[in-house]
Each structure stands twice: as structure tokens, then as C-alpha cells.
């Protein structure tokens, strides 16, 4: 051969070898989409759409190693009689033969309905929305945030609640799996040891995803989604994880793989090896702006942690003066920059940056010597003053906080300085109880709300999640809750709620 017919036979042969076998006329031994459809991503123009195939869901998903391809339809009706957007799309084994599609062309500010074929097999209808165009006067946006759904220790009738409300929106703010099995009263089981495989890791989603109720919240709205720990390890910092696994980012390489392969996640996201860009920034017209942040890959490990341990740990400052280092990071520094420029820049109505914790100070012991938990943002404290400082001084329009993690509904005033009680607010935080996760004792939260006054409500008795509503002139906050995670028809009430007027930081009971 000559130089360059070589050249062009190793490229086509190379080409050849990447490109996975098609399975062109598939035949499943069940259901191939056990685990629901989802939407999420929403722009002016467009949203991604996701679905995966998997007929054996909880032993690798049970199709061959080979290429499928996958048809969509997207309608602006439920009876799919006016289709806008259709295409086709490869399930590569590679990715566990998932789909994230990336429909463009759409008008704006309006529902559709989607839906996937496979073979012979076609999935449930979805309904999505896409975002209003930039700039433009929107009167309302009414999303839910939810977070922590631990499978054992509950049902997810707070999902089946969820999926009935009036929404546009979604937001998970992270602990979508749990990696362990811990706490009491369970009412199931995971059925599998902890994951730390790429493969344990998709049955260990498969078991989430295959819940229904899951699966009517995912199919009834688009979502926005973050991560917290348990969809790695629990407690995990950056490379570091609570055991001090030195093969750790290989298991954190196999766990972010797996939540890609399992969320309505642009191409964008799609990992390398163990890093993945998930924060972003979406725009609802002029109306809101939402800032979802990633708070585990990027942070400084917890100051202090137990001896021979990593992780988190009480502390105070007497034993622990690492916790008050100036230079500490719960972002790290890039995405601290990009925070700040996309809070300068923000002409929306609200900004909400959406979180994974709970942002207030909260003295877990009072006296001199006070102490603090150190997996939250109270272990890095000069990043939280950083943050407040930075909304004080650019002051982005009605800065909203909302986050989970901790189990408990807590709505709180953000100040630079906590310790200062007639430092103003600058920014209103609300931390949303969990899905199923137990939660901790009235007794307990009474204590740290006693000793905290910027904290205005502290509940943990329930479970559920949160509805705002958000108008031009204020955004009313709804604390949903379940009478019992432990009974999967459990009904739903409104335990509290809080209104924060445009202009002025601080929620009022309304």
C-alpha cells in the first residue's frame, strides 16, 4: 500500500473496531423499558429526553453486547396525532444501552409529549416543557425540590404526590441512590452488597428507577438534577473517600458513569473517566435563573475527620482550626468564579442557586467551645462567607437557596456574619426535607433552632419535599410532607408555608 492508502485503511479499520455491532432486528425476552422515560435540560429551543433498555433490569439489563437503535417522537399532544420531532437514536452497550436525546427545534414556554420505540416494544408517554425564551416576562414558574430517597427505608408515595401537583419543574438536589444500607424499619431491601463496580452501580440505579412512582414524577415534568455523596460513597471529598480507598477514583469513575447513564443529562456531562462537569445554569425567561452547583468533586477534604477515617466529623475550633481556613473550598475555585459571574450577570427576578445542603450556620453544641458538623457548608465556613459576600456586594435579584441532605424542612435568613444578629439578610435559604431518608428528633432540631435565631422553622418529623411558586412580585414556598414513608399510599398535607417578597431577603409565615 502506498503512504497514504495505509493511512486510510488503519483510519477505516480503527473506525470499524469503535463502532458497536447492530442488533437490527431485536427481539426482547421482556419489557425493554422496565425504567421508565425521563426528561430534564429544558431551553427555549429544546430538552433531552432519556430512556433505557433493559428487560432483566437488575442483572446488567440482559440484552447483548450490541448497538440497538432506538426511535423517538416528540407531539404536541398526548395522542401523538401532531408530531413536531422525531428521530433515531443508538442504545450502545457501552452506556448500558441507554438514550439521551437532545431534541432541538421546539417553540417555547409549551408542554410536549414524547415516547420511545424499540423492535416491537413501545414506551409510556412522557409530558415535558420546555423553558420560556430569554429575556421574555413570564407571570409564574412553579417547580418542586426534593432530595434523599433512601430504597429501604421507605416508600416513595412523596413521588406519586409529586407527580399530581401543578408543575413546570423538577429540581433533585442529590442522594438519588444510596450506596449503603443503613437506618431502621425498613419496608425493603437493595438485595445487593454496596457498589463499587460500573455494573454493581447500574443495578443499583435499575433498583431505584424501577419503583413507579419514580417513574410517574420522571414522566409527568422535566427535571433538573445534581449530586450529593450517596450516588458515590457516603461522606466522599473530592478524591477522598470515607474509608481512604486508595483505588477510590476508580470507583468514583464507575459511579459517575452510572449516574450519567441513568439522567436526563446533556451530552456535555458525559464523563471522563472520574471527572464530570455537572454544575449549569438555566434560564426561565426573565422570570428565574438557576444556578446548580456540584458541592463533592471539586471541595477541600472535611477538616479533621476521625483518626484513620475521611469523612465527616463534629468539631469545634479550640481542636479544629483547619476548619477556619481562608482559603478553603466547598466549590473549588473554578466554579466559585463561574458562580459569581453568573450572579453578576443575572437580570432574572429570582436567582436560585440549587444545592445539595443545608447553607445556614448551625452551632450543633452552644458555649465557647461551639461545635460544628464538618461534611456541610459549617465545615467551610470562608467559602459560605465568600458566597454571602459575593450576593451582599453584586446583589443579584431575590437570591433564593434551596437544598436537602439534612432530613429536615429548615427555612432560614442568610447573613454574612451568623454570629451577628443584626447582620441583615441577604438571601433566603430553603432546605427541604427528604423522600423516604429518616430524618432526626423534634427534640433535636428544637435545640439547634434555639441556639441558631436566622433559623426561622426547623421540622424533621416528616417526609416529602417542596413546592414553590414564583411570580414577579413574590414566591410563595409550600412545605409538602407524607403522613408515613413507611406505606406506599400514604396521603399528603401542607405542613408549613413561607412567602418572600421581591426586594426584601427573609421568609414570613404566610
Request: aromatic fraction near 10%; include cysteine; hydrophobic fraction near 40%.
Amino acid at each position: 500500500m502506498s503512504r497514504f492508502d495505509r493511512r486510510s485503511f488503519l483510519i477505516a479499520a480503527t473506525a470499524a473496531l469503535a463502532a458497536p455491532r447492530l442488533w437490527a432486528r431485536p427481539a426482547f425476552a421482556a419489557y425493554p423499558f422496565s425504567l421508565g422515560i425521563a426528561s430534564g435540560a429544558p431551553l427555549p429551543d429544546g430538552i433531552v429526553l432519556w430512556t433505557r433498555l433493559a428487560p432483566d433490569p437488575l442483572n446488567g439489563g440482559g440484552l447483548p453486547p450490541a448497538a440497538i437503535e432506538v426511535r423517538w417522537e416528540v407531539a404536541r399532544d398526548a395522542g401523538f396525532r401532531d408530531i413536531v420531532r422525531h428521530g433515531r437514536a443508538l442504545a450502545e452497550p457501552r452506556y448500558a444501552h441507554s438514550v439521551h436525546v437532545e431534541v432541538e427545534g421546539l417553540a417555547p414556554a409549551r408542554w410536549y409529549w414524547y415516547r420511545f420505540m424499540a423492535g416491537d416494544a413501545v414506551s409510556a408517554a412522557g409530558r415535558t416543557r420546555t423553558a420560556p425564551p430569554g429575556g421574555a416576562t413570564a407571570d409564574r414558574l412553579r417547580f418542586a425540590f426534593a432530595s434523599c430517597q433512601q430504597y429501604e427505608q421507605g416508600y416513595y408515595a412523596a413521588h406519586r404526590h409529586m407527580a399530581a401537583e401543578n408543575l413546570d419543574l423538577v429540581v433533585f438536589l442529590g442522594d438519588y441512590i444510596y450506596e449503603s444500607s443503613w437506618g431502621s424499619r425498613h419496608v425493603r431491601k437493595h438485595e445487593a452488597p454496596e457498589p463499587v463496580t460500573l455494573e454493581q452501580y447500574r443495578n443499583r440505579y435499575a433498583r431505584y428507577k424501577s419503583d413507579a412512582d419514580l417513574q410517574r414524577c420522571h414522566a409527568a415534568f422535566p427535571w433538573l438534577v445534581t449530586w450529593d455523596d450517596h450516588e458515590v460513597d457516603n461522606d466522599y471529598a473530592n478524591d477522598r473517600s470515607e474509608d481512604l480507598d486508595p483505588n477510590f477514583l476508580v470507583r468514583r469513575a464507575a459511579a459517575y458513569q452510572a449516574y450519567w447513564e441513568h439522567m436526563p443529562l446533556r451530552k456535555q456531562s458525559l464523563p471522563a473517566g472520574p471527572r464530570m462537569r455537572l454544575y449549569g445554569r438555566y434560564d426561565f425567561g426573565g422570570l428565574a435563573r438557576f444556578h446548580v452547583l456540584d458541592g463533592r468533586q471539586y471541595r477541600d477534604h472535611q477538616a479533621c475527620p476521625r483518626f484513620g477515617r475521611g469523612g465527616s466529623n463534629v468539631v469545634d475550633d479550640l481542636n479544629c482550626p483547619e476548619r477556619l481556613g481562608t482559603q478553603r473550598t466547598l466549590l473549588g475555585t473554578a466554579q466559585e468564579n463561574w458562580l459569581y459571574a453568573g450572579l453578576a450577570a443575572s437580570r432574572a427576578r429570582w436567582n436560585i442557586i440549587a444545592q445539595q445542603l443545608l447553607m445556614a450556620q448551625t452551632v450543633r453544641k452552644p458555649g465557647p467551645e461551639r461545635k460544628f458538623w464538618s461534611d456541610g457548608w459549617d465545615g467551610y465556613p470562608a467559602a459560605r462567607t465568600r458566597l454571602l459576600q459575593a450576593i451582599a456586594g453584586q446583589r443579584p435579584a431575590n437570591p433564593l437557596v434551596i437544598g436537602g441532605d439534612v432530613h429536615f424542612n429548615c427555612v432560614s435568613d442568610l447573613r454574612v456574619d451568623f454570629d451577628d444578629t443584626q447582620s441583615p439578610a441577604v438571601a433566603t435559604e430553603f432546605c427541604g426535607t427528604s423522600i423516604s431518608s429518616q430524618g432526626q428528633s423534634q427534640a433535636r432540631l428544637d435545640a439547634l433552632r434555639a441556639e441558631n435565631p436566622h433559623v426561622r422553622f426547623a421540622n424533621g418529623e416528616k417526609r416529602g419535599y417542596v413546592v414553590m411558586d414564583l411570580a414577579a412580585r413574590r414566591c410563595l414556598a409550600e412545605l409538602r410532607v407524607i403522613d408515613s414513608e413507611k406505606a406506599a399510599d400514604s396521603p399528603i398535607s401542607t405542613l408549613a408555608s413561607f412567602v418572600v417578597e421581591d426586594g426584601h431577603p427573609g421568609a414570613e409565615a404566610a
